[in-house]
């Protein structure tokens, strides 16, 4: 089973800046299969990026992926007051799919 | 526009049974891949069960692994997961989540493009 580290557990930016989350795999990622998802309280998670680098419909350009092997990055280049939510990393080109077990971008 | 409408969760006690439903509509289901993933109340996600669009193939996570039974019916949109043997730690919201393959050959190397607004299951005494 391929593990997903991501890091930091926490993340307290200000609305304008920049964040950048890490997810890394205990093996690697078979054909860049990997996913972001952004969740927040109450909802259900909501594709951002899937295939390392590509967005999902609908999702602004502020958002990016990038990576491969086993490190990925997920980019916000500027945070809007909406983008302060937990996000979630998942493998999926192997059995089992799993996920990274989060990164809260929170308000400082 | 895709829509994913799940029912059935409720508390139930240990031992017990339960069978959540996902009610599908605005793309061809029989065409795509369907998973159960669960959150654990403040926890993360648990990607549990996963069903070829066919039906012919499924997938199960060790921890539910003969005690979860994921099924279709492609001729009513509908995705269903019997949950036998429930246990505490299966408590969670289960989501019901549409697959993409992106490309591959493997009707499980997808990722979930679309999820339900999920539904309680809680396991207690």
């Known amino acids: 089973e391929i593990v997903l580290t991501q890091s930091p557990g926490t993340l307290s930016l200000s609305p304008g800046e920049r964040a950048t989350l890490s997810c890394r795999a205990s093996?690697?990622?078979?054909?860049?299969?990997l996913a972001w998802y952004q969740q927040k309280p109450g909802q259900a998670p909501r594709l951002l990026i899937y295939g390392a680098s590509s967005r999902a419909t609908g999702i602004p350009d502020r958002f990016s992926g990038s990576g491969s092997g086993t490190d990925f990055t997920l980019t916000i280049s500027r945070l809007e007051p909406e983008d302060f939510a937990v996000y979630y990393c998942q493998q999926y080109g192997s059995l089992p799919g799993t996920f990274g077990q989060g990164t809260k971008v929170e308000i400082k | 526009e895709v829509q994913l409408l799940e029912s059935g969760g409720g508390l139930v006690q240990p031992g017990g049974s339960l069978r959540l439903s996902c009610a599908a509509s605005g793309f061809m289901f029989s065409t795509y891949a369907m998973s159960w993933v669960r959150q654990a109340p403040g926890k993360g996600l648990e990607w549990v069960s996963a069903i070829s669009g066919s039906g012919a193939t499924t997938y199960y996570a060790d921890s539910v692994k003969g005690r979860f039974t994921i099924s279709r019916d492609n001729s009513k949109n509908t995705l269903y997961v019997q949950m036998n043997s429930l246990r505490a730690e299966d408590t969670a919201v289960y989501y019901c989540?549409?697959?993409?393959?992106?490309?591959?050959?493997?009707?499980?190397?997808?990722?979930?493009?679309?999820w339900g607004q999920g539904t309680l299951v809680t396991v207690s005494s």
């Open positions: 093996q690697s990622v078979s054909s860049s299969y």
């Open positions: 989540a549409k697959g993409n393959r992106d490309g591959s050959s493997s009707w499980y190397k997808i990722y979930f493009d679309s």
